[in-house]
């Protein structure tokens, strides 16, 4: 009988034990997942106000389908970040970053209807809308170094190296677009506070090669030799971005690094 009972302690410790590591393992999941949505919210936003660029000068439905599908991927984003129970950041700081995302959808929504309406785009309009882009992504940036606090995780180096660099492709790749875009690039350079390309570009050189920098699996250094390969193709357009480039090649190789740091981070978070 003694034994029976020093047995069913055991067992319940053990039951114990397990639970508690589940639910850290859980937290930890939940905390890496607000995290990532964070992370989405803020390359999808950027993604939607290139395409709206190309938008403007075209008026093809085609792009303005890419303006779509950046809103309603940052929306379902957020909509998670919103829904989320891991307590990582507080409601107020949630409701605010949807405030600035209502605000910055709004604009959108405006500039799209002036260039079907009219043809052409409100130049003011588009200032305060690129202008928006970059205030709500900046509070995104904030809240995304409180909830790594906040949520006590451990994050991979490389995948936060790697989360950066596509944030600031995708905001370069914005900026790109506002200087080959024939309809706004003479009057029109995109936020004014904005850091310009050819120093955005350094910076992405370095965040690359953090993320580059590392062992790897074979399919990890595939992916990471071809965003390499792919950013050295383009790197001097963004350098030299007066010079004359063609603007569909640097976004088709712009957007297959963001697709590739997307499978880096996978990867890495996979091997970790």
């Not at 069913?8 to 034990?17: E, F, G, H, K, T």
């Not at 929306?75 to 129970?85: E, H, Q, Y």
């Not at 350094?202 to 699996?217: N, P």
């Not at 001097?236 to 590739?260: A, C, M, Q, T």
């Given at each position: 009988?003694?034994?029976?009972?020093?047995?069913?302690?055991?067992?319940?410790?053990?039951?114990?034990?397990?639970?508690?590591?589940?639910?850290?393992?859980?937290?930890?999941?939940?905390?890496?997942?607000?995290?990532?949505?964070?992370?989405?919210?803020?390359?999808?936003?950027?993604?939607?106000?290139?395409?709206?660029?190309?938008?403007?000068?075209?008026?093809?439905?085609?792009?303005?389908?890419?303006?779509?599908?950046?809103?309603?991927?940052?929306?379902?984003?957020?909509?998670?970040?919103?829904?989320?129970?891991?307590?990582?950041?507080?409601?107020?700081?949630?409701?605010?970053?949807?405030?600035?995302?209502?605000?910055?959808?709004?604009?959108?929504?405006?500039?799209?209807?002036?260039?079907?309406?009219?043809?052409?785009?409100?130049?003011?309009?588009?200032?305060?809308?690129?202008?928006?882009?970059?205030?709500?992504?900046?509070?995104?940036?904030?809240?995304?170094?409180?909830?790594?606090?906040?949520?006590?995780?451990?994050?991979?180096?490389?995948?936060?190296?790697?989360r950066s660099a596509a944030v600031k492709?995708?905001?370069?790749?914005?900026?790109?677009?506002?200087?080959?875009?024939?309809?706004?690039?003479?009057?029109?350079?995109?936020?004014?506070?904005?850091?310009?390309?050819?120093?955005?570009?350094?910076?992405?050189?370095?965040?690359?090669?953090?993320?580059?920098?590392?062992?790897?699996?074979?399919?990890?250094?595939?992916?990471?030799?071809?965003?390499?390969?792919?950013?050295?193709?383009?790197?001097?357009?963004?350098?030299?971005?007066?010079?004359?480039?063609?603007?569909?090649?640097?976004?088709?190789?712009?957007?297959?690094?963001?697709?590739?740091?997307?499978?880096?981070?996978?990867?890495?978070?996979?091997?970790?």
């Amino acid at each position: 009988m003694k034994d029976a009972n020093l047995r069913i302690r055991s067992l319940v410790a053990a039951l114990i034990l397990l639970a508690l590591t589940s639910m850290g393992a859980r937290a930890q999941d939940s905390a890496d997942g607000f995290l990532s949505d964070l992370h989405n919210f803020r390359v999808s936003n950027y993604m939607a106000l290139d395409a709206y660029y190309r938008f403007s000068g075209t008026g093809d439905t085609g792009t303005l389908n890419e303006i779509v599908q950046g809103i309603n991927s940052a929306n379902d984003s957020m909509n998670s970040i919103a829904g989320s129970d891991s307590g990582v950041l507080s409601a107020e700081e949630v409701e605010g970053l949807n405030q600035e995302f209502d605000k910055f959808k709004n604009l959108m929504r405006d500039n799209i209807n002036d260039v079907r309406n009219q043809g052409y785009p409100d130049l003011r309009l588009v200032s305060d809308m690129a202008n928006q882009a970059l205030t709500m992504n900046e509070k995104a940036t904030e809240l995304y170094k409180v909830a790594q606090e906040s949520s006590q995780t451990e994050t991979n180096p490389r995948v936060e190296a790697a989360r950066s660099a596509a944030v600031k492709m995708a905001q370069m790749m914005a900026k790109y677009s506002v200087r080959t875009n024939s309809s706004v690039a003479q009057t029109f350079q995109g936020s004014s506070t904005e850091t310009p390309l050819d120093e955005q570009a350094r910076e992405l050189d370095q965040l690359l090669a953090s993320v580059i920098q590392g062992e790897g699996t074979p399919e990890l250094k595939d992916a990471l030799n071809d965003i390499s390969a792919k950013w050295q193709f383009i790197r001097g357009s963004y350098i030299n971005y007066n010079e004359n480039n063609v603007g569909f090649v640097i976004d088709r190789y712009s957007k297959g690094i963001l697709k590739g740091l997307a499978t880096t981070i996978e990867l890495l978070k996979g091997n970790a």
